[in-house]
């Protein structure tokens, strides 16, 4: 099974509003990644965070990492259509993927 | 950060033949690569792990004489869909790990979208 799971699957938001989706993994890791996939495209590393850390800022974006409840959160302040995409988390020992949360931002 | 390139980026073939689909690392060395399928609206399935100068790690489930792998250099590896079939049209992506600052980070491909008519 994968190590990686997104929560919800699916996001549905209006514009100017924040994003939060989860992640939780099962074993011990290094660092976790949050990633971004648009339709029909490759994935789009956003930020990765470290076991050390409890949270990062990148621009719009914001991560928390509980390596306690083995769990991570993404949130996207101010969100913008261009948001609007499939988002995923995945962990240094394990490359496998859950199934993403899909986020639509409408405008 | 790193780049990795994929070759084809599109590919359309006859269902019988064979289809090689590459992956560089651009301004890295990857001793590991993944290769990904994604169907339509589902998520990335890894396929296998490329070793360069080792056989591949396949995932269970997938036929490693379907899917043939080679990781010939630090900056290459390739997948070979051999006998394609219909079924065999997905999205194809490949990844490569780097060692980084923070750890170990995963770079990937823009991917491959083959049809097999």
């Known amino acids: 099974s994968q190590q990686g799971e997104e929560d919800p699957q699916a996001l549905s938001i209006q514009e100017g509003e924040n994003a939060t989706m989860n992640c939780s993994y099962k074993?011990?890791?290094?660092?976790l990644q949050w990633y971004r996939q648009n339709s029909g495209r490759g994935l789009v590393h956003l930020i990765l965070?470290?076991?050390?850390?409890r949270e990062k800022h990148s621009g719009r974006l914001r991560v928390t990492l509980d390596t306690s409840k083995k769990s991570s959160s993404l949130l996207i302040t101010a969100s913008r259509a261009a948001d609007t995409a499939s988002y995923f988390c995945?962990?240094?020992?394990?490359?496998?993927f859950g199934a993403g949360t899909r986020l639509t931002v409408k405008p | 950060g790193a780049v990795v390139s994929q070759h084809p980026s599109w590919v359309i073939c006859k269902s019988g033949t064979s289809v090689k689909i590459e992956c560089r690392s651009l301004?890295?060395?990857?001793?590991?690569m993944f290769w990904y399928r994604q169907f339509p609206k589902q998520s990335l399935m890894l396929m296998a792990t490329?070793?360069?100068?080792?056989?591949?790690?396949?995932e269970q489930g997938v036929e490693k004489d379907k899917f043939l792998i080679n990781h010939a250099s630090l900056t290459l590896s390739t997948l070979t869909v051999t006998s394609a079939h219909p079924e065999d049209s997905s999205f194809y992506i490949c990844?490569?790990?780097?060692?980084?600052?923070?750890?170990?980070?995963?770079?990937f491909g823009p991917g491959t979208r083959l049809t097999v008519l």
């Open positions: 995945a962990t240094d020992n394990d490359m496998r």
């Open positions: 990844s490569a790990t780097h060692p980084g600052l923070a750890g170990v980070e995963q770079f």
């Open positions: 490329s070793n360069e100068g080792s056989k591949a790690t396949y």
């Open positions: 965070i470290r076991s050390n850390e």
């Open positions: 301004d890295f060395q990857a001793t590991t």
């Open positions: 074993t011990s890791i290094n660092n």
